[in-house]
């Protein structure tokens, strides 16, 4: 079993920035690919960005020179910097790695991001 644990969510005005964090309980080192969704309600949960195990990044469109998504294999966590937020990035932010070893897709908790104007 792997967990991941999503923390750094939080109520901020249009404009503003957050840093989300995710926590992984093994060694994030072999994960190729370490994801970020999120879903507002009402919505379906959609993709973010991605960062690979070569450091390799990719965006929603939506989010492209606003989000930053990077990992510290030193310390197993993956960040999803945010900023000149909107309320449309109200939602659930969920981090999501698949473990090859494993077969299967693990997910956090989610973390609330709520941007008010």
């Known amino acids: 079993q792997v967990q991941l644990v999503e923390s750094g969510g939080g109520s901020v005005q249009a404009g503003g920035s957050l840093r989300l964090s995710c926590e992984v309980s093994?060694?994030?080192?072999?994960?190729?690919?370490i994801n970020w969704y999120r879903q507002a309600p009402g919505n379906r949960r959609e993709w973010v960005a991605l960062?690979?195990?070569?450091?390799?990044?990719h965006y929603h469109t939506s989010v492209v020179g606003r989000f930053t998504i990077s990992r510290d294999n030193a310390t197993n966590t993956v960040y999803l910097q945010m900023g000149s937020l909107k309320p449309e990035d109200t939602a659930v932010y969920y981090c999501?790695?698949?473990?090859?070893?494993?077969?299967?897709?693990?997910w956090g908790q989610g973390t609330q991001v709520t941007v008010s104007s």
């Open positions: 999501n790695a698949f473990i090859f070893n494993d077969g299967r897709y693990y």
């Open positions: 093994r060694s994030i080192f072999s994960i190729d690919t």
């Open positions: 960062v690979t195990s070569r450091g390799n990044t």
